[in-house]
């Protein structure tokens, strides 16, 4: 997550956007990144998928109060002053939400390997003789 996160800071510099606007986008990236932690991390054998399923009123509030907040802070002109961000593009923003979870989608790769490999198929099944 970390490698992704610097990746979208050094991205934006790279690509001319002042410190405000490159510090805006990291910090939704990283928030988008914690979420899908959260997510992922909910179950090490299930996925995010198939943990939708499961009932977690926390989840869904912190879910819930990141989906209100967080556009709240890149968009409210007050909020963007006291945390020193530029307003962000759209286009940027979805870089963001792409790097979150781009940040996570190797875990939930691992989780369906191991469990092809769990179900004896595959080559890296155990086999029983």
């Not at 990746?7 to 990283?30: E, M, P, S």
């Not at 939400?97 to 469990?115: N, P």
């Amino acid at each position: 997550m970390l490698g992704i996160v610097l990746g979208v800071f050094l991205t934006a510099r790279h690509l001319g956007h002042n410190d405000d606007n490159a510090r805006g986008l990291t910090f939704a990236a990283l928030v988008v990144a914690n979420v899908g932690l959260i997510l992922t991390n909910r179950s090490w054998t299930r996925t995010i998928v198939g943990m939708m399923r499961v009932r977690n009123t926390a989840l869904w509030w912190v879910v819930g109060g990141v989906a209100v907040v967080l556009p709240l802070i890149l968009s409210v002109p007050f909020l963007r002053t006291l945390f020193r961000f530029a307003p962000p593009h759209p286009s940027d923003l979805m870089i963001c939400l792409i790097a979150g979870a781009v940040s996570v989608a190797w875990f939930e790769l691992l989780k369906l390997v191991l469990a092809y490999h769990r179900r004896g198929s595959g080559p890296w099944a155990r086999t029983t003789s």
